[in-house]
């Protein structure tokens, strides 16, 4: 029984994925305990994520004009800790996509320069060969007119 080739780098990515969300809420836990987190890194993405989704509701409802009130500290907070862990999740798969694409774009191109190269080796070996029998149709068209040029050949 012959075992294919075990995938190690797409098992090495699964695991970076799986441990992405338990790293991500780990963040998300910090971001909530630390004041500089939570007003620098959390409470500016969350108030404009709320801002731009009540605006977009103000309009499907036809409020054109109406004023968007912030979210409170404690909400902003807790929508910039989950928004900062999707952000993550979201950046750890991605990073792994692009490294995958990357591995297989290498493996592709690996392949097609073998595959160039042995291309390239038989068609010297076919030029090769077509010359040894051009050497050879020449010597034997040699090997025949010498022959026939000998006195008595073919007069039995």
Not at 59 to 66: N, V, Y
Not at 110 to 119: A, G, R
Request: positive net charge.
């Amino acid at each position: 029984m012959v075992v294919g080739a075990f995938p190690i780098a797409k098992l090495l990515y699964l695991g970076i994925r799986q441990l992405s969300k338990p790293v991500a809420n780990r963040i998300k836990a910090g971001a909530r305990r630390s004041e500089f987190f939570k007003t620098y890194v959390c409470l500016p993405p969350a108030q404009l994520y709320h801002w731009i989704e009540m605006r977009a509701k103000m309009r499907i409802m036809g409020f054109k004009g109406a004023v968007i009130k912030p979210m409170n500290e404690e909400a902003a907070a807790e929508l910039g800790a989950e928004l900062l862990g999707e952000t993550i999740i979201f950046t750890i798969g991605g990073v792994c996509l692009i490294a995958e694409y990357s591995r297989q774009s290498f493996n592709t191109k690996k392949k097609e320069e073998e595959l160039n190269n042995k291309l390239l080796y038989l068609n010297q070996e076919l030029t090769e060969l077509s010359l040894t029998v051009e050497t050879l149709d020449t010597q034997v068209r040699e090997m025949k007119r010498l022959q026939l040029a000998q006195p008595g050949f073919g007069k039995n």
